[in-house]
């Protein structure tokens, strides 16, 4: 099997600072595009930060010059670095990303979730 997970996730301070991780293991050939969602209670999942196999980024407005994502491929990792939290950033976030398997098979992997509450 091939898994993605995510931890990084804490209570912090409104304007405080997070890095979350998204680690992909198994039998992995390559990683397509990976991405980080979040959701907030009572709300849709919502995009925050894709990252292409290449590098190119792209943002959600409302975390655009905030948020970071970044990928380091020999780890077969992706981060998010937060930060100026608000607290409407509260959510769990999820990891997401298109893997090959060494099969050939491919997967739409999420994670299961990291809780980032930001709160006084």
């Known amino acids: 099997q091939v898994r993605l997970v995510e931890s990084g996730g804490d209570l912090v301070q409104p304007g405080g600072s997070l890095r979350l991780s998204c680690a992909a293991s198994g039998s992995i050939s390559a990683i397509n595009n990976m991405g980080w969602y979040r959701q907030a209670p009572g709300k849709q999942r919502e995009l925050v930060a894709t990252?292409?196999?290449?590098?190119?980024?792209a943002y959600a407005e409302s975390v655009k010059g905030r948020f970071t994502i970044s990928r380091d491929n020999a780890r077969n990792t992706a981060y998010l670095q937060m930060n100026s939290l608000k607290p409407e950033d509260t959510a769990v976030y999820y990891c997401n990303a298109g893997i090959y398997a060494r099969s050939g098979t491919y997967y739409n992997s999420w994670g299961q979730g990291t809780q980032v509450t930001v709160s006084s």
């Open positions: 990252i292409t196999s290449g590098g190119g980024t």
